[in-house]
């Protein structure tokens, strides 16, 4: 005689284990779920190559790890591949299926002075590959690298950690009489790899440093010299920034006057970019620079100052610049 009880049994078996499948992520993969009623928590989810503990919205990464820093390479940086799902089956309590939009935070290069190329590079996949309205299950967009620099170096080859922390807003198509809307966060943090932050190590020479410390940092950024807006007329982006200010003469009216060039080689006294960030400045020649913003650190001015007074030299190591 057939055990009723026995099959029953059986059945729920199969059926938990045929969910537990269906709702698993991929292998290697980690489904990063942020924040909200697990009822609403799946119109969009981060994916991320990182094994993860349950609710756990950030990832912790040393320089060079190849768990976590796609590049495995020490060389002051993190790259984070991150994906994003739309109208995800991950959290077997939700129900709701179908996104009316998906916005990333500081992804749009309007201004915003935490606008992030990287944001911005995640938003156009999301448009394309999950491209909303989209009623699609688990429509996921390919892995976009998030590059977190490490802050430094500082004097006596020291660095910190840095965080970037992605914020996605996403809002349901209209369902169960409302408009839902999922917002999830994921903090992706780098830390520095024990003896690692040797300048000469980390950039191939001073002006490398110098584009990626300054100009990359506290110049060219939303709003200023990068190349949308082009503040001034100058361009300090990597490539350009060269071209556009050694022995070049600058738009402002009262420099051009007093001889000076944006960076006049041999001369940081006439060299207008480096007047910028002391303050050295007299009546017409405008503010400080990077304008409503800390100064640069007293480090980086030094070395500015050496690399204009060994000629402002493009390629190679100037004395005291690597330290």
């Not at 290069?109 to 309205?133: C, E, H, T, W, Y």
Request: proline share 7%; hydrophobic share 40%; aromatic share 6%.
């Amino acid at each position: 005689m057939i055990n009723q009880k026995r099959i029953r049994g059986v059945v729920r078996l199969l059926g938990a284990l045929a969910l537990a499948l269906a709702v698993a992520p991929p292998a290697g993969a980690t489904i990063v779920a942020g924040g909200g009623p697990r009822s609403q928590d799946c119109l969009a989810v981060f994916d991320v190559p990182v094994a993860l503990a349950p609710g756990v919205r950030s990832i912790r990464c040393v320089d060079g790890d190849p768990a976590c820093d796609a590049d495995g390479l020490v060389n002051g940086e993190c790259r984070f591949p991150v994906a994003v799902c739309a109208n995800s089956t991950s959290e077997p309590l939700c129900s709701l299926s179908g996104v009316q939009s998906m916005f990333l935070a500081h992804a749009e290069d309007n201004g915003d002075p935490k606008f992030d190329p990287d944001f911005q590079a995640l938003q156009s996949r999301i448009d394309n590959a999950i491209d909303p309205p989209s009623n699609d299950l688990d429509s996921c967009t390919s892995p976009s690298n998030i590059t977190v620099l490490l802050k430094g170096p500082f004097p006596g080859n020291r660095c910190r950690s840095a965080t970037k922390v992605l914020k996605l807003t996403t809002t349901s198509t209209f369902q169960v009489n409302r408009f839902y809307t999922d917002t999830d966060t994921l903090r992706l943090t780098c830390r520095p790899a024990v003896d690692s932050c040797d300048p000469l190590s980390l950039f191939d020479g001073t002006f490398d440093r110098i584009q990626k410390q300054v100009f990359n940092a506290s110049c060219a950024t939303s709003g200023c010299h990068d190349s949308q807006s082009q503040a001034s007329g100058l361009l300090l982006e990597i490539g350009a920034a060269y071209a556009q200010t050694v022995g070049v003469t600058t738009n402002n009216g009262v420099a051009q006057g007093l001889g000076w060039q944006r960076i006049t080689p041999g001369d940081p006294a006439l060299s207008y970019l480096f007047r910028k960030v002391t303050g050295d400045l007299g009546v017409g020649l405008g503010s400080r620079m990077p304008l409503g913003r800390p100064p640069l650190a007293a480090n980086l001015i030094e070395i500015l100052r050496l690399w204009i007074e060994a000629g402002a030299p493009e390629t190679g190591w100037v004395a005291g610049t690597d330290a």
